[in-house]
């Protein structure tokens, strides 16, 4: 039960591009990607199910991709057309599943976006 590594994150000015990953080493059902600016709650960003589907938060659809790796334990966010406000430090969110049944939360550590020329 340890928590999923993030990656990805970095300085990119906007407009540019970023694709962030996150994994663990359990099966995981529905995932989710959230951000976080100091001073301000954590917001969801995107999310999928354990059969694919996805949504997203409307102040990033159109932009944001999640997407989810073939062995299922593995969430990625490509973000395109990056723009200063999506400057925050990004957490994914997996449901680990066991026999079948989601079984625990798991929050990432954090990776940092900075969004600004």
């Known amino acids: 039960q340890v928590r999923p590594v993030e990656s990805g994150g970095g300085l990119v000015q906007p407009g540019g591009s970023l694709r962030l990953s996150c994994t663990h080493s359990g099966r995981i059902g529905a995932m989710g990607w959230y951000r976080q600016v100091t001073g301000y709650q954590r917001q969801w960003v995107a999310s999928t199910t354990s059969g694919g589907a996805t949504n997203y938060d409307e102040s990033v659809k159109g932009r944001f991709a999640i997407s989810r790796g073939n062995a299922d334990n593995t969430v990625f966010l490509q973000m395109n057309d990056l723009k200063p406000e999506d400057t925050a430090v990004y957490y994914c969110?997996?449901?680990?599943?066991?026999?079948?049944?989601?079984?625990?939360?798991?929050w990432g550590q954090g990776t940092q976006v900075t969004v600004s020329s």
């Open positions: 969110k997996m449901g680990v599943v066991r026999l079948g049944r989601p079984v625990d939360w798991l």
